[in-house]
């Protein structure tokens, strides 16, 4: 399979979104009329579209590109960042902090070329632009008027065969670079090749059907142009701003840390957060000694790439300094409230690439307790849970994303397994949250990965309440950014009951519940290992990084106090685990020219699914069981991995 077709495995869902499909034309069949009108092959169409937007709508919705419709077209005019972006957490304190920076080629926010025009497509289908921001089927016609004239303008004939359209497509992606542009368009003829199915934001079912007989081109040997610092797979687009290493007039030093990674500390993580400001403000920040740090920025607008940091050093991006030095840490330009504005196909797509060149290149597995959210990192002390991030947030598309990777989530195990991974249907899953305008007022319906946790097996039951973020015991909320009462897709737990359409699961030492219903379903089996307490104990400290034993220290390195989070470990509950570590400890006390001394202790430790977030336990506290699902199928499933 080549690279571009890994990343093409579709999003497969299930019924329709609540309210049903907008009025109107049926999106397929609106598909099916612009192809015919405009002589484009409909599965060139239809693949451009699922590129362009994952064929969904929001009509007079524009992107932060200013792209609207199915086809995203862009009108410039409408490219522009929110006037007042939403409140709220940021991961940055002060990003318009620091110097101005000298940004990446095309940082503007907008393509070099634009071919997607919108007020260009107005006018060849003889409409006015504002109809084509709002009107599903004028968008469409407008994006295949576009691409018959962009494949006259090439000399090439309105061909029924879509192997025919190939240049098109790759001049339709808007870059200026050959390459990018290449694999934008393979990525097109993969899915073309392969088919997809996905139940749009408007509720409605579209079936792109499989053409076995289509196939990408053979894949550039060239390689994009780029700055010799720069560590990216071959078709991305990507570029390089340093981050600073420097002393800092306050007598200590930003905002990295110089490492020798994997000689001197093995690389586990790879922790995946949004921006919550744009990325010319984010390229300030990176660029000031006194804020934090991260490896890598991905625009919103057309996924372009830029790198601050070497993989090899260690940046300052998790609030947690053990994850830090384990993890790789990439920015997605957004803000969690405005999901459909800012989280695009195109930065999905450069994402999931740059993490599937990176897994491979440093061996990190692609499974969720080692493609972390920046909402799974753990607090390194109970002092600092409340304080600890919640991006890239419950609108973030983990199911899709592990598609891109070429790892889909499925099902492991039977149903009635004794281990389950949370997986809701992510279009037409749509808890209600609060928040994202003004606090206490609803959100706007949304496709979610996260699932909501009771106390008992009933909607109207208390929410599970944390602890640990809450430590005043304030009950958890619905707000969009109260991470207390609910888990995320692609997180295994062990099952703790069943009664109905529910399930519970063991989660911060708790019986949570959720609905799982066999119509609609929002976990399936798993298989694998899990750790419970020993005999004889009846609870097992858990913590937010694994350290070292005091005698590991040497000497003139202070040993770090243990902190057990606020969580209680009892005896008979089970947490699924995906690894086994060491600890480890890096002595940042003062500015080197070479690498900091990495501490490495003896004693072993589990990572364990606690809830929400990861934590850690000592292996000398708990025994290893294997799962006993019934009508398992985990012969299927890759094994924990060991390290």
Known sequence: MTASAALLIPLLTGTPACGGPAPGPKLQNVFTDAADEYHVPRSVLMGVSYLQSRWDS???????????????????????????PPSGRADSPAIAAGPSAAPPKGSSGSPAEQPADLRRAALLIGAPAGRLRT???????????LLAATQRQLGKPLSADPKDWWDAVARFSGTDDTVSAAAYANDVFSLIRRGAHRTTDAGEQITLPASPR???RAADERKAHRPKEVECPPELDCDWLSAPYVRTDDGSYGNHDVADRPRDQRIDYIVLHDTEATLRSMLQTVQNPKEPSWHYSIRSSDGQVTQHIRTKDMAWHSGNQMVNARSIGIEHEGFLKQPGSWYTEQMYRASARLVRY???????????????????VPGPTASSVPGMHDDPGPFWDWRHYFDLLGVPLRATAGADSDMVTVLPDYATHRPEFTGCTEA???????????????????????????PGRRPGGEASTVDVDDLGSRVSAGQTFAVAGYEGDWTAIWYQGQRAWFENSKNHPTAVGASGRMVTPKAGLTEVPVYGRALPEKDSYPDGVPAQPESPLPYHFLAGQ????????????????????????????????????????????????????ESQGSGSTAGNAAPPHER
């Open 135 to 145: 009107d599903t089927a004028a968008n469409v016609r407008g994006g295949a008027a």
């Open 574 to 625: 089970r947490y699924a685990t995906e690894a086994r570590l060491v600890g480890s400890h890096i002595d940042r006390s003062q500015f080197r020219d070479t690498p900091s001394p990495v501490v490495t202790g003896r004693e072993e430790w589990y990572e364990i699914q606690l809830g929400q977030r990861i934590a850690f336990v000592r292996a000398s506290d708990v025994d290893v069981v």
């Open 214 to 216: 289509v196939r990408p």
């Open 58 to 84: 929001r009509p007079g919705t524009p992107s932060v590109a200013g792209g609207y419709g199915p086809m995203h077209l862009v009108d410039t005019r409408q490219a522009k960042a929110p006037a007042n």
């Open 358 to 376: 990176l897994a491979k290149k440093y061996d990190i597995p692609l499974d969720r307790q080692h493609i972390l959210g920046h909402d799974n």
């Open 440 to 466: 206490g007022t609803p959100c706007a319906p949304h496709g979610s990965s996260a699932v909501r946790l009771h106390t008992a097996p009933d909607e109207s039951a208390p929410l599970i309440q944390d």
